[in-house]
């Protein structure tokens, strides 16, 4: 009996190999094996046709107890984690039970105390809904250095995080960052001695009375109910009270919400509602989960983009310096010199403030250096019926040329282009159209593509020639 299966990696973000790998590393210390794949390769599967069959091999990886591993798009139908990773031989059914469900973060809490942590909590209390086994992880992928003290936020959220049984990779942590809480009154007490909000901020503070526990914390934002790091931060409490047994009522105060900025089916109605929480003063919805928590994407613009960027990686010699793939975590720009900053919003954020819009600093989808033929190539990513869209959008990028193409890489002229997916054609007319996938998975290029995509598509029917 074949004791090896394959390992099935489902995905809405571009996979990244810092990521792929950590992965393979937890799969290897959970199975007690050993795994080669430290220059591993995103490989496009071509049919019988030469067409794009939707699903990513990865080379140059090697374990045991794993045939092969292979790659595919999803799209979650409401709060997704980044990767669900499967062990078996067949590609998953929608529906099926993953072995380990994976949310990946770029961030530190050096740079942001919420979004480090808080802002994904919600995704594994949703996925709880669905999977009750399976296993939870938070892994960090970080590309600036660790802060070496970390805040009392993220201690806070990071025992709130093991406390719902969600393990922690790729960070150093000391083992009482890393314990679970034991208690309810422990919970409370560790809130307490944490330094209150800014002010003018609504702090999150818990009191407990004998049949009801009141955590205070803002969920108004821009007319609605939409303070991400907030509903994280209040969902993974109100999990980690119902799992260490409190039964009696959850009631959220201060959230500066009125009846109608709730909205009937957000995602934290849907948490609200399966964990019993309380808005005081207000009724909850009854919210409708989805029958299913993801499904294969044969519609999103980023499969084209994602092509694009995985083929250029694996079968040339260039790379990406920047990715905002439609629906993916932003990615940092990369320097000439290899450090990576983030981008900011808007070229002078008080002109903004001040109500002149032109200050947003436009970003492109995907940034490609050509290395070879000395070009930045910026990308616009739309579906094919969306085409004119992107080809307008082209004309958007001045701002982000001066404040970081031209300051970095000024020897190389700048190529913009559009990247587009879907449509059953096979030949475009539009010369700002650099390449088509078509839902077929035809590869078509354009009049003009870049010479870079060329290459890369060249390279990549050679090697499955």
């Known amino acids: 009996m074949n004791s090896t299966k394959n390992l099935w990696i489902l995905t809405e973000e571009r996979p990244k190999k ?12 959970d199975h007690n094996c050993g795994f080669i794949g430290q220059d591993v390769r995103l490989i496009p599967i071509l049919n019988e046709d030469k067409c794009f069959d939707f699903t990513y091999e990865v080379i140059g990886f090697s374990c045991a107890k794993i045939n092969k591993v292979y790659i595919k798009t999803v799209s979650g139908l409401s709060s997704f984690v980044d990767f669900l990773v499967f062990y078996q031989d067949e590609e998953p059914m929608e529906g099926t039970e993953p072995l380990y469900a994976i949310e990946v973060t770029k961030t530190d809490d050096k740079e942001s105390r919420n979004t480090g942590v808080y802002q994904r909590c919600s995704k594994f209390i949703f996925l709880r809904f669905f999977y009750p ?12 250095e660790q802060k070496k003290n970390p805040t009392k936020t993220y201690i806070f959220g990071t025992k709130l995080l093991r406390t719902f049984g969600v393990d922690i990779l790729g960070k150093v942590l000391d083992s009482y960052t890393l314990k679970p809480f034991d208690s309810i009154d422990e919970i409370i007490a560790f809130k307490k001695s944490m330094n209150d909000a800014h002010k003018g901020n609504v702090p999150i503070l818990i009191t407990k009375d004998k049949d009801v526990i009141k955590i205070s914390g803002r969920l108004y ?6 303070h991400d790091p907030n509903i994280g931060a209040l969902s993974i409490i109100a999990a980690c009270l119902r799992k260490l047994g409190w039964k009696n009522r959850i009631i959220i105060t201060q959230h500066g919400l009125v ?38 994407d044969i519609k999103g613009e980023k499969l084209a983009t994602i092509f694009m960027h995985v083929i250029v990686e694996s079968f ?22 290899g450090e990576c900053i983030p981008l900011k919003k808007y070229y002078d954020r008080q002109a903004y ?4 819009k032109s200050q947003i ?8 250096i050509d290395v070879k033929e000395k070009e930045i190539i910026e990308i616009e990513g739309k579906k094919y019926e969306c085409r004119q869209n992107g080809i307008n959008e082209l004309n958007n990028y001045d701002t982000f040329d001066e404040c970081y193409v031209k300051k970095y890489y000024l020897p190389y002229k700048i190529v913009r282009t559009v990247v587009v997916y879907g449509g059953s054609i096979e030949k475009l007319c539009e010369i700002e159209i650099g390449f088509l996938l078509n839902e077929k998975g035809k590869m078509i290029l354009g009049i003009k593509a870049p010479k ?13 020639n």
């Open 452 to 464: 870079l995509f060329i290459r890369a598509i060249r390279n990549l029917l050679n090697y499955w």
């Open 316 to 337: 040339t010699e260039s790379y990406s310096i920047f990715e905002n793939h439609a629906g993916c975590e932003k990615g940092y720009f990369y320097t000439s010199s």
């Open 133 to 144: 086994n399976t296993k939870m992880i938070m892994l960090y992928v970080l590309q600036v």
């Open 361 to 368: 600093i436009f970003i492109p989808d995907l940034v490609l």
């Open 259 to 296: 009846q109608n900025n709730i909205g009937q089916n957000g995602k934290f109605v849907q948490i609200a509602n399966k964990l019993n929480i309380e808005l005081e003063g207000l009724i909850v919805p009854q919210a409708t989960l989805p029958k299913l928590y993801w499904h294969y």
């Open 221 to 226: 934002k821009s007319g609605r109910l939409a």
């Open 18 to 29: 810092t990521a792929l790998q950590k992965i393979f590393e937890y799969f290897a210390t």
């Open 353 to 356: 403030k001040s109500g002149n």
